[in-house]
């Protein structure tokens, strides 16, 4: 039996704070040189010389990038930026803004500002620093700016001039300042923008870790804060990567209901009430207890599952307990979550163990039934698996379809409770090592309010060549909308009535398709290490053994940003 580990309120966030930094800045750094799909990367060779490295890879200083500092009451453009990876600061000249560029921040009530691209240089994308102190270098006329001493950035897509990313408190002394800038600019597949007035906002990805055609599935992706115009809604779905997207159905789900409670779609398409959220009473880490009042709260610290006290092939988990002091006999989990950036570099090292066999790998791939592909999934820990203790013994509720990297999604998961005659109820999480991120963990014992959703079909979708394919995404037929360039789009239109009064309307979209991948690796496939995956948990081990290699110190920029 294993020894009890006790942790302080403070030890236990202090801990989930510290290695949140550290996952953020290692995955951050995966993004610095590689191309980057929807779970797979594919890298090339880097030289790890720090002088050679700021030279060959000071992406801030491309011309599609404005650099702006902020500093007190003042602003200035970041001309000639420079890295110094060693003493963790940048050194840059100052320059005065060119009046094309002040996206930031924008007037109260306003959701745009209008940009002249023509007077701009060609610049297309904003980066802001916010700063209390810059240096003037005393030898030179550069200033020079430690990485500790930036509060914040932001980054402006100028056809919006949307933030597109904000990231407070930014302290970490890495080259992450660097990553942020470049991840800013990256994205997974497929992606979904929701237009609310001017602006198209990034919502998040359309059935993930659908790769291949037998593992096709319908996906069901909440779009909050989807306003209508003129009882229209309208959304974008983009292809910004090198792959080749599939998709047979783009349907709204629509539910009116009262304005006190919530709504959110279980993985079947179930509609579920949440009236009243109560947060866990105790969590457990790996089964050692923290014997503390946990705080899963939507605050963008997560839960990483990368404790690592089990086993190498073991998974990790987290277990919530929670008070049904009512005895209640049925319940919903309500969790923010999302895969892990992580998983996308673990998965794409894995996959280029096949070097150029993998290609014929992947159409081989296509032969194989896929409820052998989706147990080789399981068996690895990809799923966020729910499992609920009765009479001491852990059973399956669910496995979680993966939901993406790149942005949180809210999920709700039924729970039976008819065989658990305790009012403690337990719950536990579980994945692969680092493979999933959770950022809010909540239960509501309330009993559903009957609804019947509304299944809305498009009006109109239109292509990036101004081409009607409407057709092919109103009803599941195999009749694909096939996107297979970067820059493909499409912008779909569904006519909603609104909801009456003392109601409020949630809009959810139901997508269904799959995914491939264009990648080329080289090389002579590892086909003693691709063995070794047959093993159950053996990818959830290959993580550990990465990340474990990653804290090494000289280990970050080779096992990240070189080929093996």
């Avoid at 009882?231 to 910004?240: G, P, Q, S, V």
């Avoid at 990297?405 to 692969?432: H, S």
Wanted: glycine fraction near 4%; include cysteine.
């Amino acid at each position: 039996m294993k020894k009890k580990q006790r942790l302080s309120n403070f030890t236990l966030l202090q801990f989930v704070r510290t290695k949140s930094k550290v996952i953020s800045m290692i995955t951050l750094f995966a993004f610095l040189n590689l191309s980057i799909g929807c779970s797979y990367y594919k890298s090339k060779p880097l030289p790890t010389n720090s002088d050679n490295f700021a030279k060959q890879y000071n992406s801030i200083n491309k011309k599609e990038r404005y650099v702006i500092i902020h500093y007190g009451n003042d602003i200035r453009h970041l001309n000639n930026i420079t890295i110094n990876e060693d003493k963790k600061e940048i050194t840059a000249t100052l320059l005065p803004v060119n009046p094309s560029h002040s996206l930031y921040p924008l007037e109260k009530n306003r959701k745009s500002r209008s940009y002249n691209r023509s007077k701009s240089s060609g610049k297309t994308l904003e980066i802001h620093f916010y700063t209390n102190e810059i240096t003037n270098n005393t030898t030179t006329s550069e200033v020079v700016i430690p990485f500790s001493n930036i509060t914040k950035i932001e980054v402006y897509e100028p056809d919006t001039a949307k933030a597109i990313l904000s990231v407070l408190g930014f302290t970490v002394a890495t080259l992450a300042v660097i990553a942020i800038i470049i991840v800013a600019t990256k994205s997974s597949c497929p992606f979904v923008y929701i237009k609310n007035g001017d602006v198209f906002a990034f919502t998040g990805e359309l059935y993930p870790g659908a790769i291949l055609p037998n593992l096709e599935r319908s996906d069901y992706i909440p779009l909050p804060n989807f306003a209508a115009q003129n009882d229209e809604y309208e959304l974008k779905i983009t292809n910004e990567l090198l792959e080749i997207q599939r998709t047979d159905l783009a349907q709204l789900v629509v539910l009116n209901h009262p304005e006190d409670i919530d709504v959110l779609l279980d993985q079947n398409g179930k509609p579920h009430t949440i009236s009243k959220k109560e947060s866990p009473k105790q969590i457990l880490i790996d089964n050692y207890s923290t014997e503390i009042e946990p705080s899963l709260k939507k605050d963008d610290i997560s839960f990483l599952f990368n404790a690592g006290k089990n086993g190498d092939n073991e998974p990790n988990n987290l277990t919530l307990a929670f008070d049904n002091s009512t005895n209640s006999k049925q319940a919903k989990l309500v969790l923010s979550a999302k895969n892990s950036l992580w998983l996308d570099l673990v998965y794409g090292r894995f996959n280029e163990q096949f070097g150029s066999y993998f290609n014929q790998f992947q159409k081989d791939q296509h032969k194989v039934p896929a409820e052998k592909n989706i147990q080789w999934r399981d068996d690895q820990g990809i799923p966020l698996s729910v499992y609920v203790k009765s009479n001491n013994e852990w059973i399956l509720v669910e496995k979680i379809n993966p939901v993406g990297p790149m942005a949180f999604r809210d999920l709700i998961i039924p729970i039976n409770l008819e065989k658990i005659n305790t009012k403690k109820i337990e719950i536990k999480l579980e994945c692969g090592f680092m493979f999933w991120e959770v950022d809010y963990a909540a239960i509501d014992f309330s009993k559903d309010v009957p609804m019947e959703p509304q299944y809305i079909n498009p009006f109109s979708a239109i292509d990036e060549s101004g081409k009607n394919v409407t057709n092919l995404l109103d009803k599941e037929d195999k009749n694909y909308l096939i996107q297979p360039n970067i820059g493909d789009e499409v912008v779909i239109k569904y006519h909603v009535n609104p909801a009456k009064n003392g109601e409020k309307q949630t809009v959810f979209l139901k997508n269904r398709g799959y995914y491939e991948y264009i990648r080329d690796y080289k090389g002579i496939p590892n086909f003693a290490k691709l063995k070794t995956f047959k093993e159950k948990g053996a990818l959830s081990k290959y993580s550990k053994e990465e990340y474990a290699r990653f804290m090494k110190p000289g280990n970050l920029t080779e096992i990240v940003l070189n080929n093996e």
